[in-house]
C-alpha cells in the first residue's frame, strides 16, 4: 500500500506509491517506452474488458451499470474501472503515525481511469456535442460518488493527453483521485478566499469577459488566458454562476461546459499542431466560496531549474498574444 | 522589456519574456529542435567569445577579469555573461503599474549563464576537487555580486542539465537570475521558519545524519533523499553549520560542498545512466533565519495532472530504497 507523507515543515504532501518490481535502470529509460502502444495490445480498448480490474461505472445509452466478476459489460460509451497501479486505495480507518516529528499515514483514497470512447484514436475535439455532453455529466456522477465517500477531502479529476503530458497510455481517458487531504493550492486559495470575503472568481468572471485576453465564450462560460499564464497558451474556462464543483452543475451548464472545451482544443490542435496537454478541475465541493474552474495547459514548454527553485514561471508569450491566435482560429479556422 | 505579473489574488509570480520573432508554429515544435547543437557552432565553446554578450566576469587562473568591447578574455576557466534572450533586464526604477487590480512591474533584474568550461563535452562528475572548489567559489562571488544590487530580492542559482530539464545549449553551464521579488516557495517557507523561531533545517541535518535515507556526508555536509521526495531520487544537500547563503560559506565549506556533489552526481550517472537533471540553491542572505541547501532532482518523470491540480507529487520509489541505490553505489562503484 502506499504511502502519504507530510513535508518537513510545511502543510505539502507527496504520495509514495511504489512500483514493486521498478529497479533503477527502469528509472533510467522510464520515459522511452511508454504511450507507444498501438492499438493492438490496447487495455483500454472496447473488446478488451477482461484486461482491466472490474469496472466500478458503465455508461452506456445514458444508464449506469456495473461488472461483476462474472459478467463485464460490454458496448459501452463511457467505462470507469480502478487504475491497476493505483496511488491511492480504499482501505479506510487506518491510522496517521508519526517518528521523529515525521508525519505518514497509509496511502487511503481511490484512483480511477474513466475510459472515454471504446474506440482507439478518437480524440475529444470530434465529439457530437451530444457526446461532450455524455462526459462532462460522467465527470460529475464520478466527482460526487467520490465526495460523498468517508474521509475524502478532495477529488482530482484531471486528463493527461499525449506523452509529454504524463499519459502512459494513448486511448482517451482521464484520472480521478479521491484524496483524503486537502491539497495545498486549493488550500492556499481558499485561504486568501475566506480572509477577503467575496469570490475573486466572480470578478476574474467580469474582468476577463471584456478584456483581451477572451477567447470564446458562451450563455454560461468564458475561456481565456489568465493575466499571468504559467505556460504559453495556458487557457483558464470559468462559469458566469458561482458553482464550487460539477455536483452544482445542471445539464445545461455542463452542456455549454462541453461545448466551450471542445472549441479550446480543436483551437489547440490547429494552432499548436496537437500538442501534448493537461486540463484540469479546480473544485471544492464542500467549500461554497469556492468556485470551479477548468485550467488546460498545452505541454510545449519545460518547467526547469528556475520554476523548481522559485514556485515563479518565465512564459515566452503574453497572454494577451497567445488569445488573439486562439480566438483568430476560431473565427476563421474551421 | 519583460514584465512581471502578480497573480489575480494569490502572492504569485510570472515572467511574461517574449521572444519577439516566435509565432505559434514555433510553439508547436518548440522542444524538438532544442540543445542537439554540436560543439562545431557551439556559442559557449572556449574561442567563441564574440558570439556572445560581453562577459560580467571571467575566472582565469583564480583572478577575475572583465571583457571590453575591444577584447574579450581569452583561455578561461569559468565564464558569466549575460543571457542573450534574458528573462529579465536591469532597468531600475521602473514604476509598478495596476489597472482593473492586475498588478505588473516591469521586468527589473539580471539574469546571467554561467559558463563552467571551455571544453565542449565535460561534465562536472569529471572535475578534480580543485576545479569544483572553484566552481563553487565562482557561485558564491555571482550570488554575493547580485545581492547587494538595489532592488534585488533573490538570487535563483540553478543548473538545468539535459533537454528533458530545459538545457538549450547542451554546453556545461548554470544559470543566475536576480529577481526583484521574494518567490513564493521561500515566502512561504520563511513564514513557517519565523513562527517556530527554530531551523527546521537545522533539525533535519540532526535526523537525516543517522536516517536510513542518507547517501554521503563529510565533515561539513549530509547528502540525502528527504522524506518527502517530490520525484524519484531527488537528493537534498545540506550543511551541518547554520548558514544562509553561499555568500556566509567559507573556502573550506565550498571545498566540501564540490566535493559531495560530485559524489552525487557520479552516482546519478552509474546508478541512473546519466539522467537529465536540475539542480537548485534555496538561499536568502538576507533571512540569517533561512538555512541555504542545494536541491537535485533527476527528470526521469513527468509531473502531469495531478501534479498540475494539487500541487502534491506522486513518487514511485521510496526515498529510503533510492537511497539505498546511490549509497550503495558510492560504496561499491568506482
Request: a negative charge; proline letters at 6%.
Amino acid at each position: 500500500m502506499s504511502e502519504i507523507r507530510k513535508h518537513y515543515f510545511l502543510s505539502e504532501y507527496c504520495i509514495i506509491a511504489e512500483e514493486r518490481s521498478k529497479r533503477p535502470s527502469d528509472f533510467a529509460v522510464a520515459d522511452e517506452g511508454r504511450g507507444k502502444n498501438g492499438s493492438e495490445s490496447c487495455l483500454f480498448c472496447g473488446g478488451a474488458e477482461e484486461n482491466t480490474p472490474l469496472a466500478t461505472a458503465v455508461y452506456k445509452n445514458g444508464k449506469i451499470y456495473s461488472d461483476t466478476p462474472e459478467k463485464r459489460v460490454r458496448n459501452w460509451d463511457f467505462r470507469c474501472f480502478p487504475n491497476l497501479y493505483p496511488a491511492l486505495s480504499p482501505v479506510p480507518d487506518s491510522p496517521k503515525h508519526e517518528e521523529n516529528g515525521l508525519q505518514a499515514e497509509p496511502g487511503y483514497g481511490f484512483h480511477e481511469v474513466i475510459v472515454e470512447s471504446p474506440l482507439h484514436g478518437r480524440r475529444l475535439e470530434d465529439f457530437s456535442n451530444f457526446e461532450i455532453s455524455g462526459l462532462m455529466q460522467v465527470y460529475r456522477d464520478r466527482t460526487c460518488s467520490y465526495t460523498s465517500r468517508e474521509n475524502i477531502r478532495y477529488v482530482s479529476l484531471f486528463k493527461n493527453s499525449g506523452e509529454k503530458a504524463g499519459a502512459s497510455i494513448n486511448h482517451l481517458h482521464s484520472q480521478l483521485l479521491a484524496l483524503p487531504f486537502c491539497p495545498p493550492l486549493l488550500a492556499r486559495e481558499l485561504k486568501v478566499i475566506r480572509k477577503i470575503e467575496k469570490c475573486p472568481y466572480c470578478a476574474i468572471f467580469n474582468l476577463e469577459k471584456t478584456s483581451s485576453r477572451l477567447i470564446s465564450e458562451n450563455s454560461e462560460w468564458i475561456a481565456f488566458t489568465p493575466y499571468s499564464s504559467m505556460g504559453p497558451f495556458e487557457v483558464w474556462i470559468l462559469s458566469r454562476k458561482h458553482v464550487s464543483s460539477l455536483g452544482d452543475c445542471s445539464d445545461e451548464l455542463l452542456f455549454a461546459l462541453g461545448h466551450i472545451l471542445k472549441d479550446i482544443l480543436k483551437s489547440y490542435g490547429r494552432v499548436l499542431g496537437n500538442p501534448p496537454f493537461n486540463y484540469m478541475f479546480y473544485q471544492l465541493s464542500e467549500a461554497p466560496e469556492y468556485h470551479l474552474n477548468l485550467r488546460l495547459l498545452p505541454r510545449i514548454s519545460i518547467n526547469a531549474g528556475f520554476e523548481l527553485n522559485t514556485g515563479s514561471y518565465i512564459n515566452t508569450i503574453s497572454p494577451e498574444r497567445a488569445a488573439s491566435y486562439l480566438r483568430e482560429d476560431l473565427t476563421h479556422g474551421e
